[in-house]
């Protein structure tokens, strides 16, 4: 079946560097990615999406870019802070259908 | 805007009573909710999707007659356990798209559900 294969489990860099989380997606009908940041215990919150006719998309730290040939997609988070800690989510979204299938998720650890 | 509430936040009951959840788009009507369960430290699975008005999409290896689906309004569906058993303890969140065609999930708050 379609799945969504999401590296690395786990991250820990130093406050101020880069953060790159990849994900990889089989089903060639997805066409929204968006990613979520999870905090222990709350809800996902969207922080950046993508769609499927677009390559790459930036919000002030966040970045996602999009290899449609590739079927990959990954979340770049620059000048990291404390605040960054938590786990990201990927996910591949088939509109027409509603199907939906998020990624294993990713630990960042932001040291001070 | 785009918000989406969960309640009960938590729940305990007893292993063969049934459980509901409800889950409400506060400020926008939403024609499509999802639901997911989500072990610790894992991600969310997919149990079903529910449009206003119609019977659910159930994924395969959900067990419709177990979980109960309904989504009576734009802005309101429901979860029932039916029958939980300790097993079925886990993080139950729903999310919620926004009208027609909109590709953004917006996501409740969870319930986390403990069957003794």
């Known amino acids: 079946g379609e799945n969504v294969e999401q590296h690395p489990s786990t991250l820990s860099v130093q406050e101020g560097d880069s953060a790159v989380i990849k994900c990889t997606y089989s089903d060639s009908a997805s066409n929204y990615f968006p990613w979520y940041k999870q905090e222990l215990g709350k809800r996902p919150q969207l922080i950046i999406d993508?769609?499927?006719?677009?390559g790459e998309k930036k919000d002030q730290r966040i970045a996602v870019t999009l290899n449609k040939t590739a079927k990959h997609f990954s979340l770049h988070i620059t000048e990291t802070q404390p605040e960054d800690s938590a786990v990201y989510f990927c996910?591949?979204?088939?509109?027409?259908?509603?199907?939906?299938?998020f990624g294993a998720g990713t630990r960042l650890f932001v040291k001070a | 805007g785009a918000v989406v509430s969960q309640h009960p936040s938590w729940v305990i009951c007893k292993s063969g009573t049934s459980v509901k959840i409800e889950c409400r788009s506060l400020?926008?009507?939403?024609?499509?909710m999802f639901w997911y369960r989500q072990f610790p430290k894992q991600s969310l699975m997919l149990m079903a999707t529910?449009?206003?008005?119609?019977?659910?999409?159930?994924e395969q290896g959900v067990e419709k007659d177990k979980f109960l689906i309904n989504h009576a309004s734009l802005t309101l569906s429901t979860l029932t356990v039916t029958s939980a058993h300790p097993e079925d303890s886990s993080f139950y969140i729903c999310?919620?798209?926004?009208?027609?065609?909109?590709?953004?999930?917006?996501f409740g708050p969870g319930t986390r559900l403990t069957v003794t």
């Open positions: 996910a591949a979204i088939t509109t027409g259908g509603f199907k939906t299938i």
């Open positions: 999310s919620a798209t926004p009208g027609t065609g909109a590709m953004e999930q917006y």
């Open positions: 529910s449009n206003e008005g119609s019977k659910a999409t159930y």
């Open positions: 993508i769609r499927s006719n677009v």
């Open positions: 400020d926008f009507q939403a024609t499509t």
